[in-house]
């Protein structure tokens, strides 16, 4: 019989991977409008809803000076930036297509494949949102300066990572207790709007109140990217290097989990979601 041959290197091999993340990142990005526009607009919109709600509040209870001198609105939007990006994140990854999806029935699709392109349309959809965002306030109110860009960057890259690092952990529960595992996960997220520390900085907490907030990697992310965005501001409580540290341990715990969890793949798990 005729067969055709096909080229199986390792570069040949990668760019077929690759390619398969990519266009899975697409179907991604369009699975809840057929117009990806309608995602990145319904992003910015919710980011103003929470940037107008945080300012009339700080408005209201005559909170102007945040324990920082620079940007006050910019001080707002680096807390809600990432927060934003960190639940994101977390739930784009874990609504991942599953071991018993039926895209896992096309040739070549796998369950690391979705969780890949999950993580890749979150990252996407949060970052050109978070841009258009700062143009349309470079432009219109007030000019945007960052004191380190690259830390800006390189924090805003740890906060994706570590939503994604604890979504995987919650995706590897969800075929055993997806209600339960959904639950713990919207508490956790709603938790976050307080425990985060967006509406408020870390050097002006006393130390009791200071180890509420610690063991929240979120806390720590946020008050360093105020480091890196504000020249008067030095986070003297907080590290870049636990939040790290936390991601890559839960994403290698939730590793393990999908892997476990895909060898007792069950068709009947599509029902239980």
């Not at 700062?134 to 570590?162: C, N, P, Q, R």
């Not at 425990?195 to 200071?210: R, T, Y």
């Not at 907030?213 to 890196?228: A, E, K, S, V």
């Not at 636990?242 to 991601?247: I, M, S």
Request: aromatic share 16%.
């Amino acid at each position: 019989m005729f067969r055709t041959e096909q080229n199986t290197s390792t570069v040949a091999m990668a760019i077929r991977v690759w390619s398969l993340i990519y266009h899975a990142t697409v179907r991604d990005v369009r699975k809840d409008h057929g117009n990806a526009l309608m995602s990145i607009f319904i992003n910015i919109f919710q980011t103003f809803v929470f940037v107008g709600a945080f300012f009339a509040m700080f408005a209201i209870l005559g909170v102007q000076g945040a324990g920082l001198r620079g940007d006050f609105l910019l001080y707002i939007l680096s807390g809600v930036f990432l927060f934003l990006v960190f639940n994101k994140s977390m739930m784009s990854v874990y609504g991942a297509e599953g071991p018993a999806s039926p895209m896992m029935k096309h040739a070549n699709m796998n369950t690391m494949i979705a969780i890949c392109a999950a993580a890749l349309s979150a990252l996407y959809i949060q970052t050109l949102s978070i841009t258009i965002t700062l143009i349309f306030y470079h432009i219109g109110w007030h000019s945007v300066e960052f004191a380190d860009f690259g830390g800006v960057l390189k924090v805003y890259m740890v906060t994706w990572l570590s939503g994604v690092s604890i979504g995987m952990m919650f995706l590897a529960l969800r075929p055993w207790v997806p209600q339960a595992s959904k639950m713990v996960m919207t508490i956790y997220s709603r938790i976050n709007m307080f425990a985060s520390g967006k509406m408020f900085v870390a050097n002006s907490l006393p130390g009791f109140m200071l180890v509420l907030f610690t063991w929240n990697p979120l806390f720590h992310l946020i008050d360093q990217m105020r480091g890196y965005i504000f020249i008067n501001y030095d986070p003297r409580n907080t590290n870049l290097e636990y939040p790290l540290w936390v991601a890559l341990g839960c994403l290698a715990i939730g590793l393990m989990g999908e892997f476990y969890t895909r060898n007792k793949a069950s068709i009947s798990w599509n029902a239980r979601r």
